[in-house]
């Protein structure tokens, strides 16, 4: 069966306990003092930062630029990866990067954002077919002595056919599904996936995705194990 709006939002944001919706350009947060939007649930671990910013739990929203930042460390700077980024109770033995951020804070960020997610069960095995969900953009940003190193998460893998960095584009934001035993991503702790996951929140659409064997990580450069990292999530706007 394939889950509607209201079924994400009944299995996902349940257990946030956070009223489903984006916030839109005419509501205004206020600047002073910064009080919690009256839309939001007394009950829900959200904070206003700044105006238009907003935290939930380790995962930061921010209105303007549309984009979720999920603090995360780095796990695995070489070997066969699947995964991008995933929980630390994940799977750490395949994924570049690992985070004690909520998957379901995460998902409830973007649907806060716009984001919908595919709306489906299942998403095509054939790589010639495009993903169903919201295009978004996935970057690194970490400390290198006093500067800031910001790059596209792709720069960080390997394409083991191409021999050359993962090609350069968008990722797919896919927004995981509900299962009997609830959120897949949260359950699971898959995030940010190199290969065909319906569970994870964001997925590869390029050629190859449906290969495990196919991505390597390229992280030599990156931060040692352990260090700090911010994945920046952001959602493209559509064009008109």
């Known amino acids: 069966m394939k889950p509607g ?3 994400v939002l009944g299995g996902a944001m349940a ?3 956070i009223a489903a919706r984006p916030i839109t350009a005419a509501e205004e947060l206020p600047a002073q003092p910064l009080a919690t939007p009256s839309w939001v649930p007394t009950n829900v ?3 206003v930062i700044a105006p238009g910013v907003l935290e939930l739990g380790l995962v930061r929203l921010d209105k303007e630029r549309r984009s979720v930042t ?7 700077k070489e070997g066969i990866i699947e995964y991008l980024l995933v929980t630390s109770e994940g799977k750490t033995h395949e994924s570049i990067l690992r985070t004690d951020a909520e998957p379901h804070h995460i998902h409830v960020a973007m649907l806060l954002l716009g984001a919908r997610g595919a709306g489906t069960n299942e998403l095509p095995a054939d790589p010639a077919l495009s993903l169903p969900g919201e295009t978004v953009t996935v970057e690194i940003i970490w400390k290198q002595g006093s500067k800031e190193r910001r790059v596209r998460a792709e720069s960080l893998v390997l394409d083991r ?10 990722w797919t934001y896919t927004g995981s599904r509900i299962r009997e035993d609830g959120f897949a991503a949260q359950a ?4 940010v ?3 065909t996951d319906v569970d ?6 390029r050629p190859g995705r449906e290969d495990d064997d196919r991505w390597l990580s390229k992280a030599a450069k990156f931060p040692e194990f352990n260090e700090p990292v911010q994945v920046v999530i952001t959602l493209v706007r559509k064009k008109r």
Do not use: E, Q, T
């Not at 699971?188 to 995030?191: F, H, N, R, T």
């Not at 994870?200 to 659409?205: E, G």
């Open 45 to 47: 671990p959200l904070r």
């Open 193 to 195: 996936s190199l290969i």
């Open 188 to 191: 699971d702790g898959s995030i």
């Open 15 to 17: 257990v946030s306990g």
């Open 200 to 205: 994870a929140l964001v997925n590869n659409p």
């Open 5 to 7: 709006l209201a079924l």
């Open 70 to 76: 999920i603090p995360a460390f780095v796990n695995l």
């Open 161 to 170: 056919k191409r021999n050359s960095a993962m090609a350069k584009g968008n």
